[in-house]
């Protein structure tokens, strides 16, 4: 079993920046895939970032490409999410979420298969 956390959410006002860690024990963390999904008060969960094993394939939802950055190092055991320029429509709980690497990094909930609690994020306009 993997146990992921996240931590770093906070309330932050349009044009800020936070960071988000995620870090998940269990498992090595150098052979999963991270992923960070987000999910606003009352709607789906929608796909934010994904970064393969090694760091060198990443993915990003449109709505956040230029501003967001998914990293990690595999040494300290945490992925990170860097938001900058945030929006009050980032406003959302992020979750971070762990699977066992694959060829191809994905972006549906569904494949991966251990989360993290959550940590709010709320953007002031």
């Known amino acids: 079993q993997v146990q992921v956390a996240e931590s770093g959410g906070g309330l932050v006002q349009a044009g800020g920046s936070l960071r988000l860690s995620c870090t998940a024990s269990?498992?090595?963390?150098?052979?999963?895939?991270i992923a960070w999904f987000r999910q606003p008060l009352g709607k789906e969960r929608e796909f934010v970032a994904a970064?393969?094993?090694?760091?060198?394939?990443?993915q990003y939802q449109d709505s956040v490409k230029g501003r967001f950055t998914v990293s990690r190092d595999n040494a300290k055991n945490t992925a990170y999410l860097q938001m900058n320029s945030l929006k009050p429509d980032d406003t959302a709980v992020y979750y971070c979420?762990?699977?066992?690497?694959?060829?191809?990094?994905?972006?549906?909930?569904?494949?991966?298969?251990?989360w993290g609690q959550g940590t709010q994020v709320t953007v002031s306009p």
């Open positions: 979420a762990a699977r066992s690497s694959r060829m191809v990094l994905s972006r549906l909930p569904a494949n991966f298969d251990f």
């Open positions: 269990g498992r090595t963390f150098s052979s999963l895939d």
């Open positions: 970064i393969s094993w090694g760091g060198d394939s990443k």
